[in-house]
């Protein structure tokens, strides 16, 4: 399915969910790469009573990662939960400071706009029982192929000037 095909199949759904709601929380998951942003992109394009959230902006830096916890432990989940609760019970625009992956800081300002009805935040591991599931008053897990997306990400990844070398290159 093409992605405009998506965010309106989606953006039908989730008009659907929002009906005589007064705020409505739906979290986006799915394999890395798969087109969670992109979805919510055009969701917000779509839909003007949508704020999109992108669970990237609030990476820790990385002296904050702890090693025995990598996986699980390089997002700032008390900020994101913070930041969900907020949108639920304010309407008022929400600033704060996302992750700038030039400078590895929580150092770049965004302001949120919360008069919106609906808050869609997008990222891995959205569903995780220990993590943030608790906030979502909607999930959509986007499924694809994993050989491709790998293929595409690998790709836009290179595009942008990174270069890709052997694991034992120096």
């Known amino acids: 399915m093409k992605t405009e095909e998506l965010a309106l199949e989606a953006n039908s ?46 990476l820790l830096p990385h002296k904050e990662v702890k090693n025995e916890d990598f996986e699980l432990g390089y997002n700032d989940y008390p900020v994101i939960e913070k930041l969900i609760n907020t949108f639920r019970i304010s309407s008022q625009p929400h600033n704060t400071r996302i992750f700038n992956p030039i400078s590895g800081a929580v150092d770049t300002p965004i302001t949120y706009d919360f008069s919106k009805q609906i808050l869609i935040i997008d990222g891995v591991r959205m569903f995780h029982p220990k993590l943030l599931d608790h906030l979502w008053d909607r999930r959509v897990y986007l499924e694809g192929d994993t050989n491709a997306i790998d293929k595409r990400r690998i790709e836009r990844e290179t595009a942008v000037g990174q270069q890709v070398l052997p694991r034992n290159s120096p």
């Open 13 to 58: 759904k989730i008009e659907v969910w929002a009906n005589n709601k007064n705020k409505l929380v739906i979290a986006i998951d799915g394999y890395t790469g798969v087109g969670k942003t992109t979805l919510s992109d055009n969701l917000v394009k779509l839909n003007p009573e949508i704020v999109a959230v992108h669970f990237d902006d609030f």
